[in-house]
Structure formats: C-alpha cells, structure tokens
C-alpha cells in the first residue's frame, strides 16, 4: 500500500514496500479501518476485478460482474459493503446468498477479516445446522448476513431474520445458483427486500438464463467483464495424457508421482467415483480427504477446513462440492474424470494459478472423450496435445514416498486462521 493509503497512525512509519497511489486502495477514499484490515491481510493493490467492481458499488450502482474464481472477486464485494455498513445500527443491512453451505461459510470469514476493525457482525446461515443456533446469533446485533436461500427464507419465516434493514443485495455465483435449482428462493427473497437496495450480482459465466435473471434482479446496473470468458490467459502449464479405462488409476498415480505436489485437488464425475479413489488411495497409503454433495455437512465442512490448514495433501472432489472455495497454493490439478463441458474445465483448472501464481493441470482422457477435449481446446483458443502416460523414475518414486511418510500435523487454528504447517514423521512401509 502506498503511504497515503495507510492508516494514519502507520503514516509515520518507514515503508520501503509501498505501493504507487495509481496502483493502491488509497484511491476509493476507503476509512481506516478497512485499509488497516486490508494491510493485515497482505491486500497490497486491487485485482483487476476489484479495480473495475469498487469505483461503482461505492458510488451506490447495481452491478452484474463474470468473473471466475480466483480473481479476487469476494473482495470486491466485501470491500465496499464493509466500507457502507453502519456499525450502530442492529438489524441486517447486507443479505449475500451463496449456492452451498462450504461457500456461506468461507465468504462470512473473508467479509468478517476485512471489516474487523469496524466490529462488524457476519454470521453466516445454512442447512445442516441446528436452526437454534442460528437464531440466538442472529437475535444478537447482526450487520451482514451471509447464507444459503433456503435457508435464509427458513428464518424469514420464523422471524428470526427481518430485512426490512437491508439495503444491500449480492447474489454470488449466480451460475450454479441457477444449476442447483435455488432461483425460486432468491426471487422470494428479492420479493421481501426494499425496491431501493443496492443489488450485485456476480457469476463464472453469463449464459442466456444468468442474463435473464440479471435483467429482472439489477435495475440500470452496469456490467462489469474484467476478462473475456475462454479467453484470458491462465497463468497455469496444461497437460493432457491419454489413457485407457482399465489403466486409468496406474496412469493418475505415476502423474502424482511424477508431479509429487505439496497441495492438490483431484475433480471425479460422480460422488460414487470420488469415494472409489478416495478408499483407493487410502489402501495405498496416500494421505487424502474428500468431498461430494451426499457427505453429512459437518463432515464436508471439516475436510474443507482440513485441506485448507494443511491436515491433508490431496482433495478428491465433485464439481458441484468444489465450487468457489477458495483455496490456497493448491500447486497441481488433475482430471481424474474429464469434465463433460467447456466453462467446468476452465473452473476446475483456476483453483491452480491464483492470485497471480502459477499452476499445473493434468487431465487424463479416454478415446471416448477426445471429442470433449476439442470443444474445450477450441473454447479456450489453445491446443492440447495429448501426450502417452509418463514413466516414473526411481528417485521420483523414493521422493513421493518420502512425502507420503511426513504426516501433516497442522495443530489447532483460532479463529479459522491459518499458519505454517508442522510435520511429523509416520514410520511405515511402502505398499
């Protein structure tokens, strides 16, 4: 951050790391608080997202935004909503939908770090929770609500949400809202909120049906497309290996050899075939954990979290379950299944390369889904040879092993916080 951007009484301070006043969040005009949480988090200048989103959702505008994950669009959202809030006031100001109980959690925590400073309240409201809970906390002074639709139309109907307060809407990943059939629900909610709110909307994609929604939910909203979707460069190495069925596992498990990477996520079809790999790897000792739709939702919630601390190296999950988290230094990701469409390549191979990084996809294709791999080429304008399955050396192998037996061991967190992860050595022999 430049100086002019830090709090005021950092301003004194020497910086030699500071950022030019062009390039840095000093120009929104943004309180102390917020830049002071932001400099704690390590926000060091706006994404490209962030630039195009803030300037108008500050000055009241409704937005419709495309952008896929990793761009830093959570914050966009969170920034300005942050900045608005009125800290006295008691009743919800802001309602974020989000389209599954992983994502209601994960964006609560991000828009809670970034207006800390301000105290705000962000509790965050889904299914597979006691409802009790829920209700005590949101009897309590309560500033940005963040939750699944059915849920939130649950408390509405009990009173135990009021929105008469709430001046600002996001609906977040408005796509897979759409996909997994919760529309009925928003438009009840949009149905209940003031005709004078503030809406931003924000999706991976913009097809028909997401422009049909934004035109009824976002009244003269300017539409904001930070990159051309199957256009904009990743920043991620991909790599294509043709296999046959029978050999599919042999062929996944000399890549992961080959690769031997710190921190991975593996995309299956169907839940069915993320518990096949899952129980396969674990039978070979490979340390991993899973999630997919049918899991107990205190089960996915503590394999998320897990991942995310470091607890495991390997994250085997479905589309639907995988959507939007947002993880951290994931190195390498692999297509164990390859995915039946274009946009859900794209989505899968972003949770590598974020926020600048760079990254690696692997994916292994069949004869039969060679035709898929076309569209998917001629969507993203590259090509993607496909190359045979690569042979492991003795050191790779020694090296993989070598990995599997230091056991990540990443203690307790406060506060979901995450910290260096600590190893300890686990003695047994290779299968």
Not at 83 to 100: D, G, H, T
Not at 230 to 258: C, H, N, W
Not at 267 to 280: A, P
Request: net charge positive; with cysteine; glycine share 8%.
């Amino acid at each position: 951050m430049c100086k002019s951007c830090l709090p005021k009484k950092w301003r004194s301070m020497e910086n030699n790391q500071v950022t030019e006043p062009d390039r840095c969040f000093c120009r929104y005009g943004l309180s102390d608080e917020i830049t002071e949480a932001l400099s704690l988090l390590g926000y060091e200048h706006p994404t490209r997202v962030q630039e195009e989103v803030l300037p108008h959702v500050l000055a009241g505008r409704d937005v419709v935004v495309r952008s896929r994950t990793g761009t830093g669009k959570t914050a966009a959202f969170a920034i300005p909503l942050c900045q608005q809030i009125v800290w006295e006031e008691n009743l919800p100001q802001a309602l974020v939908l989000e389209p599954s109980r992983e994502l209601a959690v994960q964006v609560s925590q991000e828009i809670f770090r970034i207006g800390r400073k301000k105290r705000l309240k962000v509790p965050a409201v889904f299914g597979g929770f006691p409802i009790d809970k829920q209700i005590q906390t949101l009897r309590q002074k309560t500033h940005i609500v963040v939750g699944t639709p059915g849920r939130v139309m649950d408390h509405v109907r009990r009173g135990s949400l009021k929105l008469t307060g709430v001046r600002y809407l996001v609906i977040d990943e408005a796509d897979l809202m759409l996909d997994m059939g919760f529309m009925d629900e928003v438009r009840q909610i949009m149905g209940l909120l003031s005709e004078k709110r503030q809406t931003l909307l924000f999706s991976a994609t913009l097809d028909e049906d997401v422009k049909s929604l934004a035109e009824e939910t976002v009244r003269d909203g300017v539409s904001v497309f930070p990159e051309q979707e199957g256009e904009a460069p990743l920043p991620i190495e991909q790599s294509v290996y043709g296999i046959s069925q029978d050999q599919k596992y042999t062929a996944f498990k000399r890549i992961l050899m080959k690769e031997n990477p710190e921190r991975s996520m593996i995309f299956c079809g169907t839940r069915e075939m993320v518990q096949v790999l899952f129980q396969k790897l674990r039978r070979d000792r490979i340390f991993c954990g899973m999630i997919h739709g049918e899991m107990e939702q205190k089960e996915r919630l503590k394999n998320v979290d897990a991942f995310r601390r470091g607890g495991f190296r390997y994250l085997i999950a479905t589309d639907v379950a995988a959507r939007g988290i947002d993880f951290e230094d994931v190195s390498l990701v692999v297509n164990y299944d390859f995915p039946m469409g274009r946009e859900t390549y794209v989505h899968r191979i972003g949770r590598t390369g974020r926020n600048g990084r760079t990254g690696r996809a692997a994916s292994l294709v069949t004869e039969d889904e060679i035709r898929t791999l076309r569209k998917v080429e001629a969507y993203m304008g590259v090509t993607l040879p496909v190359l045979p399955c690569p042979e492991t050396e003795e050191e790779e192998e020694k090296a993989f092993w070598a990995l599997q037996r230091k056991k990540p061991d990443p203690g307790p967190r406060k506060g979901g916080e995450t910290g260096p992860v600590h190893y300890k050595t686990v003695h047994w022999r290779r299968p």
